[in-house]
């Protein structure tokens, strides 16, 4: 069973979105499995503090090595890896999905406030990753998405209801456009193709659509697609 250990200040808004349909018919089901660690648990003074201000000045709070050592040490075991939500992190994408789903347990470390003391990260070797460059306020909402890209690559968890495999950035391309009933609507007809029943055809002009839309939308993209062709 593929596990998510998070760790976080706030547990009370987990399994929140991650409960909904399909993913919480498998949180049942013990397809997956979510454990919410509440960092604040391994504070030792009597008012729980778990930040400080930063030593050289600057705004901010930063969440305590001590602390947080104390978290993740009581509650990891050996092996497994730790990802702490960063916006100064490796880029989190469709292949780093694919890694994590395959890890029996993983660890992600929520943030808040300005981070967290630098020292945690070598003495526990911890992984950065980010979600994009831009800031949130709190790395929860960046364990969501991380979670929710995993789970849909967990068998049994979409079941046969999702082709993986057609999906964007599975072939290094965005995929092409789909349509489902009416067949007409607002006087807009399905594109022709689609209809023809003949399989190859339909591949084929689906092929040139993800290359279409790839080559217009994320030129980064289709210059890596162009590089492995020729390879
Ligand atoms: N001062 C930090 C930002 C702190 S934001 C800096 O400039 O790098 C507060 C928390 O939100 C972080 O500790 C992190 O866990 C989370 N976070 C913010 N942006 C993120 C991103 N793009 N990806 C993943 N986590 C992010």
Redesign the pocket.
Known sequence: MWTARVFTLYPEIFPGPLNKGLYGKALEKKVWNLEVVNIRDSAEDKHKTVDDTPFGGGS?ML?KPDVLGKSIDSNIKKGERIF??????KK?DQKIAKEISEEKTINL????????DERILSTRNIEE???????????ES?SFVVIDVVLRLLPGVLGNKISKDEESFENGLLEYPQYTKPQIWEKQSVPEVLLSGDHAKIKDWRLSQSKDITRRRRPDLWKKYLDKEKK
């Open positions: 901010g969440l702490y939500l960063s916006p100064k992190g989190f470390i929520c943030g808040h406030f300005e981070g967290i990753i980010s979600i994009g460059d831009y800031i949130l306020s709190g790395g960046a």
